[in-house]
């Protein structure tokens, strides 16, 4: 990719508001609010954060905005991600916590 392509994507990105990829801050994010909204010990949510760190980017970036409500990031990243992505983001969303609570 050329750099005026890479200029280019890069503003595309930044006026549509749709991050390219998770903050660096995702997975603290993910662990911060396992504690608030799930209320499981460090433990686990080390454990959340450390399966969160398997998916890619837009995945972590997706869950991240969809744990904190952030409904119009998390629209915009839905149609940024494949069907196998979402579903493996939904399945981290869904089993993460249980599998977490059960020792990983």
């Known amino acids: 990719m050329t750099a005026s392509a890479i200029l280019i994507t890069g503003?595309?990105?930044?006026?549509?508001g749709v991050p390219a990829f998770a903050d660096a801050?995702?997975?603290?994010t993910l662990r911060r609010e396992c504690a608030a909204q799930?209320?499981?010990?460090?433990a686990g949510c080390d454990c959340i954060a450390e399966?969160?760190?398997?998916?890619?980017?837009?995945?972590q970036a997706f869950v991240v905005a969809s744990v904190t409500k952030n409904e119009a990031a998390a629209a915009a990243l839905?149609?940024?991600l494949t069907m196998t992505?979402?579903?493996?983001?939904?399945?981290?969303m869904t089993t993460?916590?249980?599998?977490?609570?059960?020792g990983g």
């Open 38 to 42: 799930l209320n499981l010990p460090p």
């Open 96 to 102: 993460s916590p249980q599998a977490c609570m059960q």
């Open 25 to 28: 801050d995702a997975i603290e």
């Open 78 to 80: 839905r149609s940024q």
């Open 11 to 16: 503003l595309i990105l930044a006026v549509s």
């Open 51 to 59: 399966k969160a760190g398997e998916l890619n980017d837009n995945q």
């Open 85 to 92: 992505e979402l579903t493996e983001a939904g399945l981290f």
